[in-house]
């Protein structure tokens, strides 16, 4: 009896990790896909509007975008940030980083948000699975993720991101 | 030709090791002149030889080596080509191989062991060798040939190329593969069905040995993490750290139970099993790391068709270890009793959680692998999980280490206990209150951990204190190595707790654009950036950041954290730099300047609390280690 528990254990053991074998770990297909945005909580960063939940349900297509004033890259993705800003609405989430920056930040290189908050604890980071800044999501009208964006948007993603958010 | 040389002595160590099972089977090692102890030794011979060789051809750049041509560069200064023997897979293994053959040959060389019994335990050891070279000269042979050779070389990783390298693979191995040693003694006590104590004598110094370098190993990656990574941290839960943890925390519970198996003659067959764990569990992490299965800072060096042979190697010798001891351990079944209020009742149940928590981490660490292949559907297990299991089970275990050493053997109860350590009481309240009284503005878990590792340490120093005697006057009794070693360990884990409370909980993170002049307050300092300067060096160029460090408006030091650009990849490395005081680290880790002004950086700055006591800790660890294994080379004498 034992033994046939000792060649279960085993055998299923060994199947489980010979088909671990096969799989590659290091692709992550985004488990927001299709789904409703999470929840999420910010601080207000200086006079600017709080971003929070309730303005994910609006009836329009949007943008949330995760960024910090420290992160190199964003400061790429900044002025498509600000084209694509003039047609959607787009939201801001600054992740770990301080109010003075940030509005220091938006008045040198032009506020392309509607409204933003601050993520200092990174905890509506995780919620949202962001793993690397900056991130961009595009949220239809029924308030479910359409596609995300990991890394800046430069100029020729743009066209792309255009076809989505159409 | 030097090359086809190496892998002649290869071959040399699969055909003589295959002596190992072929002996035992056929029977002709009995009353002839071929014995397990000669074959040992000539393995050790050619794997030395092979691996002699390999370094060789490593210092002189034979490029027609694929290893080499993928792992080593003619601008790498020659420490580094040299440590780039073992900084990719084919020739890790190989120095795997060699401390194997190492191991058997010490225990070869071990006096006071019967004849039969060295013979049984060499022969397992012998015929795990021909496994694994089985593995190398099929899956992974260092001196295959590239052709047409390459000019030069892709270099070495560049993490790799540290000093913290040239010492941590090797202790790590040394620990790994020590534990073969402690498997091959428990296969053969369960061949030899004899439960003796003699047998378990002999497995302690091994399992000592083997816990000590894997201790000294884990350390030194943790350290090299640290400050060669740049994330201000010095354990990410990664699961190749996860595997090196495991077989620590099987073989930590390994050297309580080891103590009443020879002593008391009970919990012979937890012992052995988890002898066999401890083996396994170091072979499931070479599996782990070499196949790619999961995600890991590790994966340098990976190969899913090497994955299936080690998959195959884990299994056969799982499935034959542990069937043999579920055969036999009958025999080593006791049927003493043991006393929850003893010395073996605090051990056993120590033994307990420690399993439960190096369960609870395996299962954390291949979770999302089970959960990808079952349910087809991708999951990480990070940091908070292990942290949350980590935190609860650490309580059973400070009480076990504060007062497991002042309970008897066999038979103890509670209120003589209390009346015998009424003084350790009293100062432990103090000491709490004192604690509390310094953090109590601090986060709970921090003023708790804290408390934990103050506690363990008062009562090991309060042990010591038994060897003390005032009168007439102050002298101190001469103190039992084991005692020692004991204590030393304890306060290591205590350190360790202490630094590692610090480090995580109590850390201070700042992220920003530093722009030059800007002076940025962490903690206590105050740090000043005057700028990058462009150095470069014979392999790589570098961008150095410096920085002033003022504490109370005094100059303290610069610093000067590093990006490296290596010439040969053009991988980028982060070197970040560090402070150090007994109170905590502030540690500086500089990113990209900005790309629209150009006197700014990205710039991160750490003030990581008591981090220089986890290092502190694992030499004290590492310390007791030693004295262990010290007195029983003594005792042997």
């Known amino acids: ?166 | 030709m030097i090359a086809e040389l190496g892998i002649f002595f290869l071959i040399l160590t699969l055909i003589i090791s295959s002596l190992g099972f072929i002996g035992p089977i056929f029977k002709f090692n009995e009353n002839s002149e071929v014995t397990q102890i000669k074959i040992s030794r000539l393995i050790f011979f050619c794997t030395s030889a092979s691996f002699i060789i390999l370094t060789y051809c490593f210092i002189i750049s034979d490029f027609s080596l694929t290893v080499i041509e993928k792992n080593s560069n003619s601008q790498l200064p020659t420490i580094y080509k040299i440590t780039g023997v073992w900084g990719n897979h084919e020739g890790s293994i190989l120095l795997w191989l060699l401390v194997m053959t190492f191991f058997g040959f010490l225990f070869s060389c071990q006096k006071k062991i019967d004849t039969k019994f060295k013979e049984k335990t060499l022969s397992v050891q012998n015929t795990l060798i021909f496994l694994i070279s089985l593995f190398i000269l099929f899956t992974s042979n260092p001196f295959d040939r590239t052709f047409p050779p390459a000019i030069d070389g892709a270099d070495l990783n560049p993490l790799l190329q540290d000093p913290g390298l040239i010492i941590h693979p090797p202790f790590l191995y040394l620990g790994y593969v020590g534990s073969s040693i402690v498997f091959s003694v428990s296969i053969a006590i369960l061949i030899l069905n004899n439960n003796t104590k003699e047998y378990f004598e002999i497995l302690k110094p091994w399992i000592f040995l083997s816990w000590t370098f894997l201790s000294c190993g884990i350390g030194l990656g943790s350290w090299w993490a640290y400050y060669e990574l740049g994330w201000g941290g010095f354990w990410f839960w990664d699961p190749v750290e996860n595997a090196s943890l495991l077989p620590w925390l099987t073989s930590s519970a390994l050297l309580h139970t080891i103590i009443i198996s020879t002593k008391k003659k009970s919990l012979q067959n937890w012992t052995l099993f988890l002898s066999i764990i401890t083996f396994l569990l170091s072979l499931l992490g070479t599996f782990l790391v070499r196949s790619g299965v999961l995600v890991s800072v590790h994966a340098f060096a990976n190969d899913p068709t090497r994955g299936v042979f080690i998959l195959l190697l884990l299994i056969a010798i799982s499935a034959i270890s542990l069937f043999l001891f579920l055969k036999r351990s009958k025999t080593f079944s006791s049927k003493l009793q043991i006393n929850l209020v003893s010395r073996e009742g605090a051990i056993s149940l120590n033994n307990i959680f420690m399993f439960t928590l190096s369960f609870t981490i395996l299962l954390g660490t291949v979770y999302p692998l089970f959960s990808n292949v079952i349910f087809n559907n991708k999951i990480s297990v990070g940091a908070p999980f292990f942290n949350s299991i980590l935190s609860p089970l650490m309580i059973p275990i400070t009480l076990g280490m504060m007062f497991g050493p002042f309970l008897k053997w066999e038979k103890d109860d509670v209120s003589n206990l209390l009346s015998r350590i009424r003084i350790l009481l009293l100062i432990l309240f103090l000491v709490s209150l004192t604690i509390w009284y310094l953090n109590y503005k601090g986060p709970i878990l921090s003023v708790i951990f804290f408390a934990f590792s103050a506690w363990i340490i008062t009562s090991s120093l309060f042990e010591l204190s038994k060897f003390l005697s005032f009168k007439p006057r102050l002298i101190l009794r001469k103190v039992p190595l084991k005692t020692f070693s004991q204590v030393s360990a304890h306060i290591g884990i205590a350190l360790i707790i202490l630094g590692a409370t610090g480090t995580s909980i109590l850390r201070i993170e700042q992220i920003q654009f530093q722009e030059i002049n800007e002076v940025i307050t962490a903690k206590n300092f105050k740090v000043k950036f005057l700028g990058v300067k462009m150095v470069e060096k014979k392999n790589y160029k570098s961008q150095m950041g410096v920085f002033e460090i003022y504490k109370n408006n005094k100059y303290i030091k610069t610093l000067t954290p590093e990006k490296r650009m290596y010439n040969a990849n053009k991988q980028v490395t982060t070197e970040a730099a560090i402070h150090s005081t007994v109170f905590g680290d502030l540690y500086i880790a500089i990113g990209d300047g900005n790309t629209l002004s150009n006197n700014s950086w990205t710039t991160r700055i750490w003030f990581n609390s008591f981090t220089i006591w986890i290092w502190i800790g694992v030499l004290f660890l590492v310390l007791g280690g030693i004295l262990s294994i010290f007195r029983f080379i003594k005792a042997n004498k």
Not at chain 1, 47 to 69: H, M
Not at chain 1, 100 to 112: A, M, T
Not at chain 1, 139 to 153: A, C, F, M, R, T
């Open chain 1, 1 to 166: 009896m034992k033994y046939l528990f000792l060649l279960i254990i085993m055998s299923s053991i060994g199947f489980m990790f010979y088909k671990g074998l096969k799989i590659d770990p290091s692709v992550v297909p985004s488990n927001l896909i299709d789904k409703q945005t999470p929840n999420f909580q910010l601080k207000k960063v200086g006079k600017y509007p709080l971003f929070d939940p309730n303005d994910l349900t609006k009836q329009e297509i949007k943008i949330v975008n995760f960024f910090a004033t420290w992160c190199g890259p964003c400061k790429v993705e900044h002025p498509q940030l600000m084209e694509l800003s003039n047609s959607f609405r787009i939201y801001g989430i600054a992740k770990k980083d301080n109010s003075k920056d940030i509005i220091k930040w938006l008045r040198s290189y032009g506020n392309p948000f509607d409204k933003l908050g601050l993520d200092n604890d990174g905890i509506s980071s995780i919620e949202w699975g962001v793993y690397g800044l900056p991130e961009t999501f595009i949220i239809n009208k029924d308030n479910k993720i359409l596609y995300k964006h990991i890394g800046p948007i430069m100029k020729n993603d743009l066209e792309k991101i255009y076809s989505i958010l159409k």
